[in-house]
């Protein structure tokens, strides 16, 4: 997805700006640019297809010397790939500017545009914000209040930086829906998408708000909000100032990498959705034409990655009406298989390069599947090139063996893509808009999980010295206790078994006793009360109960029953906050048995072989 970054100093900032690309290249990107302001008050600019070490070359080719400047790294959405259409954009030579996000009401702009007379030299949404800043410069002399009329006609979401040959030494930026922070420096200020970006000259960061506009200057910034007050925002310093490939503070790349869900679940929403509905163009180009065409879904995919699928496949039939069957790829690809007319071969991958989830895509493309989407958290990866459309996770380099963000960034994912499929099948904006603001109050949610973490770890004591485990949960919740059962015996060695609850009589009941422990997610749903008695005939047989539940559940602790008290959640969400306290319950298990939390013995992070 695109990146942004842009620096005022008071000298050369094209190494700032390139180094600043380098560090948001894990995003995913097809293009890169940078325009920077040179000592004699032109804009001048590279853009490159392909990778930021591309514009490197240009940039040791052709230096760019000044003290402001904007860079990018575009990841398509409108218009394919390529010099032209990669930012920044310019508006005559005077005016330029970089883009994160989607403008909806792009069409209707370019035609007035172009009936004024811009001419317009790419197929992207972002040249007409260019053009329609340029526009009201004209009328202004003042680019801040350009920038602050053209967004009140802009529709969609976005994060802008912009700047103007005639105002040196200032950029002006504008957030709504795609994230944007400012480094604050001695005497030299930044913007990026990112803080990671910007770790090289600054550790801090003001976070823009949704609606803000700033005016950023050598010296100053000055902060508006939507409704153009005057707002202080307030200075943070960033935490751990390590790399993402560094543990910093954390004992593990699994801790860290549990601790960065809510951002990590906020970036992937960036952008693609709005404060009511998701925004279709966010899932590619191809999503519109392509929506309305499908009949029924199949979702292929292996391990963590085929456990969100089975989550979607309630999701999807539930709420998009659509049949969806899941299947993991290594028993799909050898087996015979029917692609029905009109079939949407969903794959889903952490790397992207999982040999047989490759395998089965070359299969169901032979067989003549409709369209092929995949959800990936690995730009450029094989998955992501051969398929015709892909929603990027916005998960960041996972280095721990066991995915724990990667997972719930592709449910995240998955989501957003259901309710656009949804909407196709006559699924009412009302319920769309319910379920968008849960994913919004999602990454706080997922932070008051985490503030469990030490209550967590305390019953993590209760399993270092058993051998086996059994996982319960029903509807949307059983797919997570497979995942929680993952986990466990991944990274602690101890055997997990997950059931769906309904199905204990059948079979596992028989194996309860006072040393085999059982885990149950139990969000106040429609199914809780047929739970409730799943976990009656475990108690009665002498099993010892760990139960994560919300306070409408009623569930209390009692002798042998451990209750922990989850936030409450729209159903359809809750797969995905109640992963978490299971994640950090096989890493504290693990850590106490001292096993190789990060690199469990036999496995591997990318499954690149069969
Ligand atoms: C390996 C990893 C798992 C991952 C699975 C699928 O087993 O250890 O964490 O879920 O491969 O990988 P993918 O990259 O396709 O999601």
Redesign the pocket.
């Known amino acids: 997805m695109c990146g942004i970054v842009g620096a005022i100093a008071q000298r050369d900032v094209q190494g700032i700006l390139l180094e600043g690309l380098r560090r948001l290249e894990y995003r995913g990107y097809d293009s890169a640019g940078m325009v920077v302001r040179n000592d004699s008050g032109q804009l001048v600019r590279h853009r490159e297809l392909g990778k930021v070490a591309a514009l490197a070359d240009a940039v040791d080719h052709q230096p760019l010397h000044g003290g402001t400047g904007i860079a990018h790294t575009r990841w398509a959405t409108h218009g394919v790939p390529s010099q032209d259409n990669a930012h920044p954009h310019m508006s005559g030579e005077r005016l330029a500017l970089v883009h994160n996000g989607i403008i909806e009401n792009f069409q209707e702009l370019r035609e007035s545009l172009e009936a004024e007379g811009y001419r317009f030299t790419s197929q992207t949404d972002t040249e007409v914000v260019a053009h329609l800043i340029e526009k009201h410069y004209q009328q202004t002399g003042s680019l801040l209040t350009a920038v602050r009329q053209a967004r009140a006609i802009l529709h969609g979401a976005y994060a802008l930086a912009v700047m103007h040959a005639d105002e040196p030494n200032c950029i002006i930026v504008t957030r709504e829906g795609s994230p944007l922070v400012l480094g604050v420096g001695i005497g030299e200020h930044f913007a990026a998408s990112d803080p990671l970006a910007l770790l090289p000259v600054t550790d801090r960061f003001i976070y823009l708000e949704e609606g803000d506009l700033a005016q950023v200057e050598l010296d100053q910034v000055q902060i508006w909000d939507r409704e153009d007050a005057v707002v202080t925002r307030s200075v943070t310093r960033f935490e751990h100032s390590a790399d993402a490939a560094e543990k910093g503070a954390f004992r593990h790349f699994m801790l860290k990498e549990i601790y960065e869900q809510p951002e990590v679940i906020r970036n992937t929403m960036a952008g693609r959705m709005t404060e009511s509905r998701v925004l279709e163009r966010a899932l590619g180009a191809k999503a519109m034409e392509l929506l309305p065409e499908i009949k029924n879904v199949q979702i292929i995919?292996?391990?963590?990655?085929y456990h969100a699928g089975m989550v979607a496949r309630y999701w999807i039939e539930e709420l998009a009406g659509v049949p969806c069957s899941v299947e993991v790829a290594s028993e799909y690809r050898y087996r015979k298989h029917v692609i029905q007319d009109g079939t949407l071969f969903l794959t889903?991958?952490?790397?992207?390069?999982?040999a047989d989830?490759l395998a089965a895509l070359r299969q169901g493309k032979d067989a003549g599947f409709r369209a092929g989407l995949a959800i990936c958290n690995v730009a450029g990866s094989s998955l992501v090139r051969e398929s015709d459309m892909v929603v990027m996770t916005q998960a960041g380099p996972e280095i721990g063996?066991?995915?724990t963000k990667?997972f719930t960034t592709q449910l995240t994912a998955l989501l957003m893509f259901t309710l656009a499929l949804a909407r196709q099948n006559g699924h009412s904006a009302e319920n769309e808009k319910a379920i968008v603001e849960a994913l919004h109050l999602l990454p706080g949610q997922i932070q008051e999980v985490l503030d469990l973490d030490a209550d967590i770890a305390k019953l993590a004591e209760h399993f270092v010295e058993k051998h086996h485990s059994l996982f319960l949960g029903r509807g949307t919740l059983f797919p997570i206790a497979m995942e929680g059962a993952l986990k466990l015996k991944e990274i602690s060695y101890i055997h997990a078994e997950a059931y769906p609850a309904g199905e204990l009589k059948h079979g596992p009941l028989a194996l309860v006793d006072s040393e085999m422990p059982v885990i149950t997610v139990a969000p106040n749903n429609e199914l809780l009360e047929k739970l409730k008695s799943n976990l009656q005939e475990v108690r009665a047989r002498g099993g010892e109960l760990f139960v994560f539940a919300d306070r409408k559940s009623g569930l209390k602790p009692e002798e042998g029953i451990h209750v922990m008290t989850l936030p409450e959640v729209h159903p359809i969400v809750a797969p995905i906050l109640y992963t978490i306290p299971l994640q950090l319950l096989s890493y504290h298990v693990a850590v106490l048995k001292g096993t190789d939390v990060d690199q469990p013995r036999n496995?591997?992070?990318?499954?690149t072989v069969e």
Do not use: F
């Open positions: 995919a292996c391990g963590t990655s889903i991958s952490q790397s992207g390069e999982t989830t063996v066991a995915s990667a496995l591997a992070k990318s499954v």
